[in-house]
């Protein structure tokens, strides 16, 4: 039994920053000498002394001006932050940006400081930006300059809380930097002041606990009010190394350029801020999805990896800038199911897709479709059929697992692995969220029978990969029968002429519902009515019958969320109420 004094430490040193001069400040001063906590934090601090003057980012800034920085200056800005931050005591930092040096360089500030760090989609409502930063009881908010109007609602009702504001530019100091500049220099002048401990004074190589709480990503909310989802050190850290491993990160002979298109408030970015910085990586920021632009960043700067959903990627293959890359690009591929059709698209132009699946509640990614050397004798189609696939359990988690609906809570029963009965995903292992956030009944259910429920449904192949069908929500039963509204996606975005696909249920008083699909056309493609769409399902397609929809609308574009997934509780809107007219094609 361990003396008053020791147990007395273990539990200060929970709840204070071990000093760097203290003897007991080794890595687990009362645990086994080869044990330390996990945080993906300290990848920064390392990336810095290893490769100092390595590029850590490229950006083009709101003033227009390509901005590099080495890991050197990154790590000393994040420094600064958090010292800055520390000296105030703040302990929930709210961030409102989109993908920029700043928001990266204050996901490492913010968690060294000791604080948590609180993403917001920069693309909601000011009552939900509100909502959000009140639930998560922030007391400072960095924002960048174009999105601060989005807290008017917010600062009015909380006079007291901090707001930074990054205007985004070359500058440092003087005229163009502005308040978030401001404070990381007088977080790096507090450090020069107190001793200049430097990293060692910060939360980075030794964390008091790695279940802490690292961050707070909130899901959509497109139903109810959003979630916050509780990440740990430990989690986060997990799911990073993975990424690395499993999207290719270590490139052989030269170093990872990874281009941000996926926003870094959605889950964290899937946990890529921390996996690339660990590979020493080069950051390639993007305010904006530009497709022009990426195209141009992919043949200039020598892009090797970046995530992206299937809309995306569609929209990207079919741009007037679209051609064969020299060399292959690494394309995590998410956030809704990709088609066949589009994964041949993407290979012929050398975009070669890491198709990964997951949710806000597993820190993004948690399954890869792995692409297996067999394959190569399968004819093409079927080939990219296979790779479409959400495939299995990531290296840092648990198999996962497809169980039967409608059991008893808690009761969980596999469904067969035939490819054929369909039943619910569920997920186990390390890069699981610890729960929802000032939620216990919600993350109850989330976790009952012990694994985490994703709500999506999907059948079991007799190979261990899992198939997404739909989301149980989304499933169309009509006249007993059972449509996947993402597999008659599948078919119909296969028509030469359609860009996108979006399929709900619409009452049938026959049928009891039926589906109703809503697409748009290629670019320069032929004038193509639904009345066109729905003779070619019936007659030249490979949908089967009972699947053909009776309604095809060709709209402008679909409704998305921020992440590039279709809006279905928008488009049954549309069915029940008519398209808006901003959505009308011409």
Request: negative net charge; hydrophobic residues 40%.
């Amino acid at each position: 039994m361990s003396s008053p004094p020791s147990r007395l430490r273990s539990i200060l040193g929970h709840l204070l920053p071990l000093s760097p001069s203290d003897p007991s400040s080794s890595p687990n001063p009362d645990g086994p000498h080869h044990f330390s906590h996990l945080s993906p934090t300290f990848f920064l601090e390392r990336a810095a002394a290893i490769e100092p003057n390595a590029e850590a980012v490229y950006h083009l800034t709101a003033n227009g001006r390509v901005l590099r920085r080495s890991y050197c200056e990154v790590a000393d800005r994040a420094r600064g932050l958090a010292y800055y931050l520390r000296s105030k005591g703040h302990k929930r930092v709210g961030i409102v940006a989109p993908n920029t040096p700043a928001f990266l360089e204050s996901i490492y500030g913010i968690v060294a400081a000791g604080a948590v760090v609180v993403p917001v989609n920069y693309r909601l409502k000011e009552a939900d930006v509100r909502y959000i930063l009140e639930f998560a009881e922030c007391d400072c908010v960095i924002v960048d300059k174009e999105f601060e109007g989005l807290l008017a609602e917010y600062r009015r009702a909380s006079p007291g809380v901090e707001i930074l504001v990054d205007l985004d530019t070359d500058a440092t100091e003087g005229e163009m930097s502005g308040p978030f500049d401001e404070a990381v220099l007088a977080g790096l002048k507090y450090d020069r002041e107190t001793g200049g401990k430097g990293w060692a004074d910060l939360v980075s190589q030794r964390v008091a606990n790695e279940d802490d709480m690292i961050a707070i990503p909130f899901t959509s909310g497109t139903t109810s009010k959003p979630k916050g989802v509780v990440y740990t050190h430990r989690g986060a850290y997990l799911a990073s190394m993975a990424n690395i491993v499993e999207s290719g990160l270590n490139v052989p002979d030269g170093r990872c350029k990874y281009l941000w298109t996926l926003p870094m408030f959605h889950a964290m970015g899937w946990t890529f801020p921390w996996s690339i910085c660990a590979v020493r990586g080069t950051h390639v920021c993007l305010r904006k999805i530009d497709y022009s632009l990426m195209w141009r960043l992919l043949k200039e700067e020598g892009i090797t990896h970046f995530n992206a959903a299937p809309t995306v990627n569609t929209l990207l293959c079919a741009n007037e800038n679209a051609e064969v890359l020299p060399r292959p690009v690494r394309v995590t591929v998410a956030a809704s199911p990709p088609t066949a059709h589009l994964f041949e698209q993407m290979t012929s132009l050398n975009l070669m897709p890491v198709h990964v699946y997951g949710l806000t509640e597993t820190y993004g990614p948690i399954t890869r479709g792995y692409i297996l050397p067999e394959w190569d004798v399968l004819p093409p189609h079927e080939r990219y059929a296979r790779m479409a696939r959400q495939g299995h359990g990531f290296l840092t988690s648990l198999p996962v697992r497809v169980i039967k609906p409608e059991q008893p809570e808690g009761v969980l029963i596999d469904v067969a692995r035939d490819g054929r009965e369909m039943g619910e995903i569920v997920f186990a292992g390390n890069i699981c969220c610890k729960g929802y956030y000032k939620d216990p009944e919600a993350t109850r259910k989330l976790f009952a029978g012990g694994v985490l429920h994703s709500g999506d449904l999907a059948v079991w192949h007799p190979d261990g990969s899992i198939q997404i069908q739909d989301r149980a929500k989304d499933i169309i039963i009509s006249g007993g029968e059972n449509i996947s509204s993402v597999a008659l996606e599948s078919m119909l975005v296969e028509h030469p002429d359609i860009l996108e696909a979006g399929v709900v249920a619409v009452p049938d008083s026959h049928w009891g519902e039926r589906p109703k699909a809503y697409v748009t056309v290629k670019q320069g493609g032929a004038r193509v009515t639904g009345e066109d769409v729905i003779a070619w399902a019936k007659h030249q397609s490979s949908i089967s019958k009972f699947m053909v929809p009776r309604e095809v609308e060709v709209v402008r574009e679909l409704p998305k969320t921020s992440t590039g997934k279709i809006k279905k509780n928008e488009l049954r809107e549309w069915a029940k109420k008519g398209t808006p007219k901003e959505f009308l094609a011409e």
